[in-house]
């Protein structure tokens, strides 16, 4: 039992060099990079609060989950330990659940499933499931995750085909090219490394980890905003972004410019 804890006991070792730095920290830039989950999760949690208040507190759990994905990632790339390996790649199995459960939309529910509530059940039942088959062959499980952001995006195309919105297809575009950026990075780093140890340049899964935060940032406004305008259509929300609208650079947020529900009952 207690080998799982012991440093490199996880069949995973990414391109950077380890223990460069550090005698206690296996890969200093890529646990250095995961500082950056405590950055932006903090910001999200802020600039997502009138949404979620008007729509359901339960929004805030992505982000603070984030905040474990973070501190899992850490603790994965200081000790490369089989256990930080697992806790890494089921805290983000957990946040897709929870983004699911909240945003998949009605309209594309299986026949069978007739509110969000069920529907949330079911997600829990497949992620309990995927949660236990996630040990039997451990080196599987990134691959399998990646696979969901392909399902996101196929989503979110059927989504967008027929909006005409400007900001919503900017933000789209922006959310797609990051996650891009960052899958090619995390690739790279996986497939390509003696030619990265070539250039000594050993840092693109550090890299990833900075481009994935901000591109689930994108995503979970993007997806949140859709949801608000079909959900609570009274509160006029509206995209603007953070620290500096005009630049429309920076993370993007929900502003509800309408009525709230208790302003409605008044
Ligand atoms: C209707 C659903 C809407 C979903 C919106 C977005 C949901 C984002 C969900 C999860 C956040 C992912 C956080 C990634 C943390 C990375 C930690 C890490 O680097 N782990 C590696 C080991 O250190 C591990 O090898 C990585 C495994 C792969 C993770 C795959 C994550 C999928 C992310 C999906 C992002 C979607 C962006 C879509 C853009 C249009
Ligand atoms: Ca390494
Ligand atoms: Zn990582």
């Not at 759990?61 to 390996?85: C, E, K, R």
């Not at 309209?107 to 829990?124: A, C, E, G, I, N």
């Not at 040990?135 to 691959?143: G, M």
């Not at 000594?200 to 994935?212: A, E, K, P, Q, S």
Request: charged letters at 15%; one cysteine or more; aromatic letters at 18%.
């Amino acid at each position: 039992m207690a080998g799982v804890f012991s440093y490199e006991s996880s069949e995973v070792d990414w391109c950077e060099d380890n223990y460069k730095h550090s005698e206690n920290v296996v890969e200093y830039f890529n646990t250095m990079s995961s500082f950056i989950f405590f950055v932006i999760s903090p910001i999200m949690l802020y600039l997502l609060h009138p949404y979620a208040k008007e729509r359901n507190l339960a929004v805030h759990l992505v982000w603070i989950m984030m905040v474990f994905v973070g501190i899992f990632s850490l603790y994965f790339h200081m000790t490369l330990s089989f256990m930080g390996q697992m806790l890494d790649e089921l805290s983000i199995l957990w946040v897709l659940a929870i983004c699911y459960s909240l945003w998949f939309p009605r309209r594309h529910f299986p026949s069978f499933v007739k509110d969000r509530r069920t529907f949330s059940r079911m997600v829990l039942i497949i992620t309990v499931i995927s949660t236990l088959s996630s040990f039997v062959k451990p080196t599987a499980n990134a691959y399998a995750l990646n696979c969901f952001a392909i399902h996101i995006l196929y989503s979110l195309f059927m989504e967008l085909r027929s909006c005409t919105d400007e900001r919503v297809l900017r933000l789209a575009w922006a959310s797609t090219g990051l996650w891009v950026l960052a899958i090619s990075c995390w690739i790279s780093d996986r497939f390509g490394c003696s030619f990265w140890q070539k250039l000594n340049f050993c840092y693109l899964h550090g890299i990833w980890h900075i481009l994935i935060v901000v591109a689930t940032a994108y995503a979970t406004t993007l997806v949140a905003y859709m949801d608000a305008s079909l959900e609570i259509p009274y509160s006029l929300p509206d995209l603007q972004y953070w620290p500096q609208n005009k630049w429309a650079i920076g993370l993007p947020y929900i502003v509800l410019k309408g009525s709230t529900k208790t302003w409605k009952r008044c």
